[in-house]
């Protein structure tokens, strides 16, 4: 069984090397990602692993099956960027990935601890040895109320790690969690927006979710309201933020990911011209944190993306189906 991983980093090579050895099938790894253009290197493999830079729309997916590829398998769990309903016109089998969702789970409680300290000022401050405290007082967790849109594993776990900071916990889903009612309220989604201090997202990127968060939703927070979004950054439109910074309704915002990132996040562009405009203005803000969409970046869980993308391929081929099956 031959495979071929796209968007391979060198962290991930030890354990390609580990699966391909425990699964007994032959792994061709390239750093680049899979497009139009380079298609036809997939002649002659059985499945594809890629990541989140692959576009594999619904062309991309009638040449795989041409190519006489069986499979495609993202290494992330969002699958955003595959078009699924085409796969499964065509019978191209898709799977995506998963790993443990705390991870993700503790960078957005330290976002959100960061955002409430200021703590993006005090390190500039310190980096010139400012060491004042003037407008860096911060707001303690247990005073306020924290809403959590999307209660999947990742927001799920999100809100366990709260609970022990003892504030009060508002969720919003279309599916409830009977785990999540320990822990936290459920609500409508205008609730949520009208009454939390601090508002994290934790759902997937699908048509009814674009731009979840935009101008009318901000203009109804409550003032100083702290934004968080370590899922996909076209829940949000990247506009209204600026403007909910600009005009001060928003107290601080810390995103992991952007809407436009693609192409600039998970590469190293010092010396190119960074075209998202938006994004660099957002970032230039005091009370804006803004990170490599990284929250998913741990060993256990590059270790989990690699294997489960093994796995699935293998598991497609020799049984015709697998557990991450989408
Ligand atoms: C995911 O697994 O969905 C992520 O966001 C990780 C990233 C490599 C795209």
């Known amino acids: 069984m031959k495979i071929i991983a796209f968007e391979v980093r060198d962290d991930e090579k030890e354990y390609f090397k580990k699966y391909e050895s425990q699964y007994q099938c032959e792994i061709t790894c390239v750093p680049y990602a899979l497009t139009q253009d380079n298609l036809s290197i997939v002649n002659g ?48 089998k898709i799977a995506n990935s998963n790993y443990p969702p705390t991870g993700v789970a503790d960078y957005t409680v330290m976002l959100i601890l960061m955002s409430l300290r200021h703590y993006k000022q005090a390190m500039w401050r310190g980096n010139v040895n400012d060491y004042s405290l003037n407008g860096l007082q911060g707001r303690e967790l247990h005073e306020l109320t924290v809403g959590v849109i999307g209660t999947g594993k990742i927001g799920q776990c999100v809100i366990k790690n709260l609970s022990g900071f003892g504030c009060k916990i508002l969720a919003y889903d279309m599916y409830q969690n009977d785990i999540v009612k320990k822990y936290a309220e459920y609500t409508d989604l205008d609730t949520i927006i009208s009454s939390c201090d601090v508002i ?15 101008k009318e939703k901000i203009t109804n927070m409550k003032d100083g309201v702290i934004l968080v979004n370590c899922a996909r950054g076209e829940l949000m439109d990247i506009d209204s933020l600026i403007e909910g910074i600009e005009l001060k309704k928003i107290g601080a915002l810390a995103l992991d990911v952007i809407e436009g990132e693609d192409g600039i996040y998970h590469e190293d562009k010092r010396s190119d011209i960074i075209s998202n405009q938006k994004m660099a203005y957002l970032r230039q803000f005091p009370n804006v944190i803004m990170t490599q969409h990284m929250a998913f970046y741990t060993d256990i869980a590059v270790e989990s993306m690699v294997k489960c993308s093994v796995e699935a391929v293998h598991d497609f081929i020799k049984k015709g189906t697998c557990e991450t099956s989408i």
């Not at 994290?200 to 935009?214: A, N």
């Open 45 to 92: 493999y059985d499945g594809v692993s890629i990541l989140g830079r692959c576009c594999i729309t619904a062309d991309v997916e009638d040449r795989l099956k041409e190519l006489g590829v069986k499979c495609c398998v993202t290494r992330t769990v969002g699958y955003n960027h595959i078009d699924v309903n085409h796969a499964h016109e065509i019978d191209l």
């Open 200 to 214: 994290s997202l934790h759902t997937p990127l699908l048509e009814s979710t674009y731009h979840l968060i935009d």
